[in-house]
């Protein structure tokens, strides 16, 4: 009988050894594959910060508003007078007042005391005086060129505080009124450039003033 070196396995044993290692093999292979494909929903996902074309970042837009314009606001009107280039001899002439009464002369040093002729002096107007040469009584004259916005205002006063006199011109050429108080009358008439005053307490009534006041239209025309 002859003794073999070579060890003997059973052929079932070595079988099932073979199909083990195929197995595992697969297994290997599928894990690989798993790891080498596309990450899971759960992982990071990368954002991209490129903008859309023909987009514009809205701090460039705003950047970029044209501003509104601001209107220049208007100028509101006020009361105001253009300087009387006259004298008080082209108001009233010698032989005006002469007529009128011939112991009235021109008052040297005058200075108005009637509210007409302060507020002439306000706008640029002219004042001037006529003495009685007796009495020492004074005739005060005001003429005054005044704006659209003053001529309104004046004329507002006028009619609230005096009666008109149609007699002084005829309107709209000519508006005339008339009033007295504090023992004064003082006429006064509105033409298309001027305001003209005459004031005196020897004026009792409209008629008193009307030789003057004609004149210094005449010569205002």
């Not at 990071?44 to 220049?72: I, L, N």
């Not at 306000?122 to 003495?131: K, R, V």
């Amino acid at each position: 009988m002859t003794d073999s070196l070579s060890p003997t396995f059973p052929r079932g044993r070595l079988l099932r050894t073979t199909l083990l290692l195929a197995t595992g093999t697969v297994a290997v292979v599928a894990l690989a594959g798993c790891g080498a494909g596309s990450p899971s929903g759960s992982g990071p996902t990368a954002t991209s910060s490129a903008s859309t074309p023909g987009s514009t970042p809205a701090s460039t837009a705003d950047a970029t508003q044209t501003p509104e314009s601001t209107a220049t606001p208007t100028p509101t009107p006020t009361a105001a007078g253009t300087p009387v280039a006259l004298t008080c001899d082209q108001v009233l002439t010698l032989d005006d007042v002469y007529a009128y009464n011939p112991n009235y002369g021109s008052a040297p040093g005058f200075e108005p005391t009637l509210d007409a002729g302060q507020k002439a002096a306000e706008f640029q107007g002219l004042n001037c005086g006529l003495l009685h040469q007796s009495s020492g009584g004074t005739i005060e004259v005001s003429v005054t060129q005044p704006n659209d916005v003053l001529l309104s205002q004046l004329k507002t006063e006028a009619v609230g505080s005096s009666q008109i006199v149609p007699t002084y011109g005829t309107p709209p050429d000519v508006e005339g009124y008339f009033s007295a108080a504090g023992g004064t009358g003082v006429a006064q008439v509105f033409t298309s450039t001027y305001w003209i005053t005459v004031g005196s307490p020897e004026f009792f009534e409209p008629g008193d003033a009307a030789a003057l006041v004609s004149a210094a239209i005449s010569n205002l025309q």
